[in-house]
């Protein structure tokens, strides 16, 4: 990377993202660095006290920082520019995606179709795609433009990538599936996999009911490693615009995720269950099949939604409860053994003063 101050500051304030302060000149920018192993030539962020020290220690050329921090960084080395914002994490996502993200030119496959590449002669491959060694796009599919099918990856008959996506290694897009523009799926990650549908008979034998439905991916989506997302039985699952997947994630037939999700590591929802907008989920949350989530809820603590939720706001446990309800029934069980103590302790001394009265009498 070697990239002028005032051109990243420009392409921020493009963005939406204003970086506060002074650009004495210019300074050519050598690189994106953690501030803890930073030094001349790194632009770095900070957003805490604990990170500015290290500004101060190892002088780094530039800092993009919060704006609390202002005071703190008035003591910074005369050669480290200081640029202020109320978004340190959003202008950090922003200018590492733009000038230092993972460069996948550097694996040195030549383009646009390695030789080892199977690709059937009736695909359509965008400009700019590049299909990467042993790969193997179907009959009937399209890749759009700019696209990387990376090693090993499937794409099947009829299925469809939009722009700017990216299919990691060992990944397969099923058949008939739809993906939307700047797509990423991760290595191993399967879209449109078999659902699990089964009837089963007399004798309790499984008899698998084909699903013949697709997957539906909205723009900007990112799937993680080794996730599945199951096709429907005959019409669509669907994963809205925006939402991203940690790895380790199941989807199950028929189900509807809305946009601008956070699913993290080992979400898991059932068949036929519906997720709205901006719904955030925390490690091993689970949803059963044919209930509803709400928008804007968040789910933690591996929450196990049961039942539907329709109200906005933060749910734990199994089965889910509102946060300020599992807090109170949490510090309720902590004290069960204390609890038990105290009503032995009563019951003996009930017992004793009730033996007293009889010898009394």
């Given at each position: 990377m070697n990239t002028q101050l005032s051109a990243i500051v420009e392409a921020c304030r493009e963005a939406g993202l204003v970086l506060e302060g002074a650009v004495p000149g210019d300074c050519e920018v050598t690189g994106i660095a953690a501030v803890q192993d930073c030094g001349?030539?790194?632009?770095?962020?900070?957003?805490?006290?604990?990170?500015?020290?290290?500004?101060?220690?190892?002088?780094?050329?530039?800092?993009?920082?919060?704006?609390?921090?202002?005071?703190?960084?008035?003591?910074?080395?005369?050669?480290?520019?200081?640029?202020?914002?109320?978004?340190?994490?959003?202008?950090?996502?922003?200018?590492?995606?733009?000038?230092?993200?993972?460069?996948?030119?550097?694996?040195?496959?030549?383009?646009p179709i390695h030789p080892s590449a199977v690709v059937h002669p009736t695909a359509v491959i965008g400009t700019g795609t590049v299909i990467e060694p042993r790969a193997v796009v179907g009959r009937n599919a399209m890749i759009g433009a700019r696209c990387r099918i990376m090693s090993g990856a499937v794409?099947?008959?009829?299925?469809?990538?939009?722009?700017?996506?990216?299919v990691h290694p060992n990944a397969v897009i099923g058949y008939g599936c739809r993906l939307g523009n700047e797509v990423v799926v991760g290595a191993g990650s399967v879209i449109g996999a078999e659902g699990f549908g089964f009837a089963q008979d007399a004798k309790r034998r499984s008899h698998p009911i084909p699903q013949t439905g697709i997957v539906v991916i909205g723009d900007r989506v990112r799937i993680g490693a080794n996730n599945t997302i199951d096709r429907a039985t005959y019409a669509e699952t669907r994963i809205g615009s925006g939402t991203k997947f940690d790895n380790l994630c199941h989807v199950a037939h028929n189900v509807e995720i809305g946009e601008d999700c956070?699913?993290?590591?080992?979400?898991?929802?059932?068949?036929?269950?519906?997720?709205?907008?901006?719904?955030?989920?925390?490690?091993?949350?689970?949803?059963?099949?044919?209930?509803?989530?709400?928008?804007?809820?968040?789910?933690?603590?591996?929450?196990?939604?049961?039942?539907?939720?329709?109200?906005?706001?933060?749910?734990a446990s199994l089965p889910t409860q509102p946060m300020d309800e599992y807090l109170r029934n949490t510090a309720a069980a902590r004290k069960g053994a204390e609890l038990r103590r105290r009503v032995a302790d009563l019951e003996q001394r009930l017992e004793q003063s009730q033996e007293k009265n009889t010898q009394q009498d």
């Open positions: 001349v030539g790194d632009l770095v962020f900070a957003d805490k006290p604990a990170l500015a020290a290290f500004v101060l220690e190892r002088k780094p050329s530039v800092v993009v920082a919060a704006r609390g921090l202002r005071d703190t960084l008035a003591a910074a080395s005369p050669a480290t520019i200081v640029l202020l914002t109320g978004q340190v994490a959003l202008a950090h996502a922003f200018i590492k995606q733009r000038y230092a993200a993972r460069d996948f030119d550097a694996a040195g496959w030549e383009g794409v099947e008959h009829d299925a469809r990538v939009g722009d700017d996506s990216i956070l699913l993290t590591a080992m979400f898991c929802i059932a068949g036929s269950s519906r997720v709205g907008n901006r719904v955030i989920a925390s490690g091993q949350t689970g949803i059963i099949d044919h209930v509803s989530v709400g928008d804007d809820v968040v789910l933690v603590h591996r929450a196990g939604v049961v039942k539907d939720i329709e109200q906005a706001g933060v749910y």
